[in-house]
């Protein structure tokens, strides 16, 4: 008897020590999530996004981070390396999941967990580079199983937001329980995560890489994505009325990063919180930074509003005079390219 409750006790403490520490489960995450940048035919940014390293060479995101894409590249987490995504090597669009083939020595790689199903209540990590700020890590729960047009997902509490897409969802033991897909927010925070077993699957078939901007990676039915994240993007939200801000707090001589433009809601339904992808290029055309502007905002159905965000000085200097053109010595006009892409929103569903 005392033989086996020394037993049992070990077990006990064997399986306790077995979970990770959130520390641990970053340090051995991080290595290997990478950040992707999508660009489009001319170069031009297209979307942000987040992956894991499913092993050397080999990076797994969602379908919909390289869809439309012609070309990208992806960095690892804390790493001022940029390998060149070569090509998909395995893809599945309807369950929105892709296999990337990566040039360079990009090593490493997670550990799929083998347990098929997470339990509710599970606690998870999520990793990953929302609005592009890059090597964000969270926490939360398995709030429920969920199955949408025949597809199994998993409802997390940890926060996800654009540029999430395609991250790691760990568990305590730091292994991959799923790939971050979507959120919905309407009256509470819903995340979503594809189920690690459709990657696994999806690995067992991995060929040949055929390159990004083959026809077959555009233009994919996503039931269960496209209703989570609101349709069609593009056709959502407009964006206008450029302007530097050369009077803002931080300015001097209009010499400042801030800007302001105004957002405008097309739909039918209020939407909140409109995330925009600004692009600048200079004067020759060629592209010189990037922002993405997070605005926390409310626009009912047909309304418009301004916000203000912020880049670099040097890209107004680029993108603007050199010499005063106005009664106040400053022009707060761009004269070069900009472009607007909306990279996500929420529906108010209350």
Sequence with gaps: MKHLLAFALWLLLTTIAAASSPQEVARRLFPNTVLLVMSDSGGRPLSLGSGFILKAGIVVTNFHVIEGA??????????????????????????????????????????????????????????????????TFSSGMVSALRELNGLKLLQITAPISPGSSGGPIANEDGEVIGVAVATFKGGQNLNFAIPVDYVAELGRIIGNPVPISNKSNVTVARPFYDKLQGGQLRDAVSVSSFLWNAFSPRATLGTDGEFSLSIMNKLKETIR??????????????????????????????????????????????????????????????????????????????
Excluded: C, W
């Design 273 to 350: 919180n409109p995330k925009i992808l600004v692009l600048f290029y200079d004067k020759t055309g060629q592209p010189i930074d990037y922002t993405v502007l997070n605005s926390n905002i409310v626009l009912p159905p047909g309304m418009a509003k301004r916000v203000t965000g912020g880049v670099d000085p040097s890209t107004k200097h680029l993108t603007t005079p050199t010499s005063p053109t106005n009664e106040f010595g400053y022009d707060d006009r761009p004269t070069a390219k900009l472009e607007f892409r909306t990279l996500n929103f929420e529906l108010d569903t209350n």
């Design 70 to 135: 012609a070309s990208g590249i992806a960095k690892r987490l804390g790493d001022l390396s940029n390998h060149r995504i070569v090509g998909v090597v395995a893809k599945d669009s309807f369950r929105d999941l892709a296999i990337l083939a990566v040039d360079g020595s990009m090593d490493g790689g997670v550990d799929l967990s083998q347990r098929q199903i997470p339990e509710i209540g599970e606690t998870v990590y999520a990793i990953g580079n929302p609005g592009g700020l890059e090597g």
